[in-house]
């Protein structure tokens, strides 16, 4: 059963895509974290596979977030999903080693589907964690 984290702090956002991630995979294990500090428990309590991580968080943003979280836990995956599609902040993602970029304005829910989709049957021909894709033009 997968474990996905939603690092988001619009709880409005959080459950559409909460929502959406359960219609597809009703088995998924998942949590919400409304800011970094929140996250950082979850992520101790419960490793995730794969994390959704907003930029504009309340206290750390999510660049330095996932920075942090790779460091600590390179195989997991992690998509930044926000608002904010600007050059910069791609550049930013790379730097922090996020494997994928999805600007909410742009992203269907069928497009965030497809992509858990592949991320996870990656997850499950390679169990050893050794790949690490990076795919920040999703």
Do not use: H, W
């Amino acid at each position: 059963m997968p474990k996905v984290l939603i690092v988001e702090d619009s709880a409005f956002y959080r459950e559409l895509l909460k929502e959406a991630l359960l219609s597809r995979f009703p088995s998924m294990e998942l949590c919400e974290a409304a800011d970094g500090e929140e996250a950082l428990q979850k992520i101790e309590a419960s490793l995730p596979d794969l994390i959704f991580m907003d930029i504009k968080l309340p206290g750390e943003n999510g660049l330095e977030l996932t920075k942090k979280i790779k460091a600590q836990y390179p195989n997991i995956n992690m998509i930044i999903l926000t608002a904010y599609d600007i050059p910069e902040y791609r550049e930013a993602a790379v730097q922090a080693k996020a494997n994928y970029f999805l600007s909410k304005g742009l992203a269907s829910k069928e497009n965030i589907l497809t992509l858990v989709d592949s991320i996870l049957s990656d997850q499950k021909k390679d169990n050893s964690g050794s790949k690490n894709k990076n795919s920040m033009d999703r």
